[in-house]
């Protein structure tokens, strides 16, 4: 299974676009590259999942480069309730391995 | 609401006890995954079953176990209870592309 890099956290104010960028180096051709929402004492919400180039649904848009080693996540107008751990995930559909993820702190 | 249900919700227990964690997956869905997550870290992924067998172990220690039934609910079992297996358990069953969690069950060893 790949192994992803992502910051351990990071600070955003109200309004402000927020990206995280992940690192996967060694991914896999038939790896997908799948983002979660974790809110404390909840368990994880997917948020997005792509495999290349660009996706975006009514949350997010998840951005990834030709080469696949790297993929962003891109928050638009974050809010307070956006406060939460993300975490970036890499590998076949049914074989996804949470690393320590990120967490983004949403200050007004 | 995931669709993912776990009980209890809450469990407080003594060390060197034992407990069963329960878990029903959405309608439809065959595999069941187990987390668990300590506090303030990540998810460890414990297990996975497919319609009823084993596919994929992560990091379950000897002392935990589970299984998943005909009607694929599925059950972990934790003995020999050490302080260090407090923390919340998480149990996910997959559709096409994303896995649905549960609400979880927050394990308490005294």
């Known amino acids: 299974l790949a192994k992803t890099t992502q910051p351990i956290s990071m600070d955003s104010y109200e309004g402000q676009e927020v990206n995280i960028t992940c690192s996967h180096n060694n991914i896999a051709t038939n790896d997908y590259i799948t983002w979660y929402q974790q809110f404390p004492s909840q368990g994880p919400r997917f948020i997005i999942q792509?495999?290349?180039t660009k996706v975006t649904n009514e949350v997010a848009s998840l951005f990834i480069p030709a080469d696949r080693k790297s993929s962003t996540l891109s928050l638009p107008r974050v809010s307070l309730s956006d406060t939460a751990v993300y975490y970036c995930l890499v590998g076949p559909l049914d074989m996804l391995t949470f690393g320590g993820g990120t967490r983004l702190m949403v200050k007004p | 609401d995931s669709g993912v249900t776990q009980t209890p919700k809450h469990l407080i227990t003594a060390t060197g006890q034992r407990v069963t964690l329960r878990c029903s997956p959405r309608s439809g869905d065959l595999s069941v995954y187990w987390y668990q997550q300590s506090l303030d870290q990540g998810l460890q992924f414990l297990i996975q079953?497919?319609?009823?067998?084993?596919?994929a172990k992560g990091n379950i220690l000897e002392r935990f176990s589970a299984q998943q039934f005909p009607d694929l609910h599925s059950e972990l079992n934790l003995s020999s209870l050490e302080l260090g297996d407090s923390a919340l358990y998480f149990c996910?069953?997959?559709?096409?592309?994303?896995?649905?969690f549960g609400p979880g069950t927050r394990l308490t060893v005294l």
């Open positions: 996910a069953s997959s559709g096409v592309n994303e896995q649905f």
């Open positions: 079953y497919y319609n009823g067998e084993e596919r």
């Open positions: 792509g495999y290349k």
